[in-house]
């Protein structure tokens, strides 16, 4: 009979709400704080300070993709690391400054411990008129004292197909009837289906769908979801505006294919940030990001990008032992 | 009027971005173009355009008729330009692909299964290619396909011919 584990409940380390009516956070050393326009974090050799949109537009992906493929930097300083198990939560410790002067930070953690204090801390912190997930010009202000929440936007549900979108008992497509209008910067997009004439008894083994349409109704950016699934390659595409709000370190290559319109990639030194190439992305355009990297994305109008990821559990470690080189082809 | 036109690339329309180098080689980057490299490609050439150990992406030029293929697991093809007709059919067991195999082989001859139907697909329509069924694409005009697969035996490899090399 199968079982399943279930995970050990987590104790939040959470104080009384200061007079902005915000509540403080404690994970391992590292202390949290905000008030109306700022998030404070401490650590025993240091600390630093982050707009609150800034930090919450970060949180949100960090929670939402799970701490997602290897590092999640939420500016130069403040970060999370992905063991797929447990997760390290750092400062500095990709920074060439806070290093030589040894003042990086970093505690490894359980993964629920710090997936259980992100979530609390999202829904503390974001009121009702902001949505992190939204570009600045569909939302309101991150800012002022505590004003509600909007947990609606921070627990949207996360498109995870399974084998296709579209395919019966799989992520479904999206309408105006389940809740998706297309985007504002999206209404020239063709919204026609594919035509499928299916032979009588196979019509549940033919599925088709216009991933286009379906990106152009997209409500959250810079969010990659899986709509197919070719074992351990997942098809990831997602809709950019505006700037990435975290720095996404690699521990593998990941590859980006232009779908429409235009991103401007900075791509650095995973490991000092030190500046390596910037890369301008044009429809139809493919490039690896190799695994030893770190990139931000800007995208004048909103954008549709496929993030090609191979999910294979042994990558990092075949990477960071040098058995597998950074960068995916040979000329 | 709307204000935001969207962009898509074709083969009779597309401009291509670079990689800026700072400090770096260009060729980690393998950076290229589905329409650049479906525009050098005879139909239905599977040309990689992306690579992550044995998964590939593989840009497609859709023209006339393809042969049939089989494959033992599921495969994905997106148009990205174009309107590509694609035949589905269940094979006999003798043409059944190696369950352990990767990527998709031709076909020797026609399906000998009964026909499952078939999709017409145009720009931004992904299709499921499931596993263990037999396909061909068909294109009355010049088209491209990014197929999401694993390298068979027919995944052709000319990174020196498509991707920037140069600063």
Redesign the interface.
Known sequence: MATTEAEPAVEIQSGEPNEAGYRPFQLGEFKFRRDDYFVYIDWPTGSHVMSADAFLKALQRDVAWDFFYGIVNFDGVIGTVNHYGTVDLFAGRYNDGYRKAELDHLENMPTPAIRETFKAMLDDWTNETFDPFASPDETGSAFGPKNGDNRRAITRHRVAAA???G?EGDEQIRSDESGFPVN???????Q????????PG?ED?????????YL?RSDVTWNPSV???????L?CPTTEEYILPIIHGND??E?F??????IYWD?EDRDSG?????????????????ADIRHQGYAP??SMLLV???A?GD?PELISSGK?P?????? | MARFTTRFGSLNDYEKGRVEVIDDEPHHYAFSNVFETASRSRPYEKVAVGKNRQYVLEAIRAEGTSDWRTCAHDEFALVMDGEVRIELAKVSDSQAPDPDSDGSVTLDGEPAGPPMGEVTARRGHMTLLPKGAAYRFHADTPGVILMQTIEGPDTIFKWAEIVQTTP
């Open positions: 084998r296709m979108v395919v504002r910067h999206f209404t020239d997009v063709p026609d289906e594919p035509e499928i004439r299916a032979e196979f083994e033919l599925a088709s769908f216009n991933l286009f349409a152009s709509v197919s699934v070719c074992k351990d390659s098809f593998r290559v590859w294919l232009q779908l429409s319109d235009e791509v030190q500046l390596r190439s910037k890369v301008v992305m044009k429809p139809g355009d493919v490039a690896a990001m190799p109008k909103r090609w990821e191979n294979a990558l597998l950074t960068y995916p082809v040979e000329l």
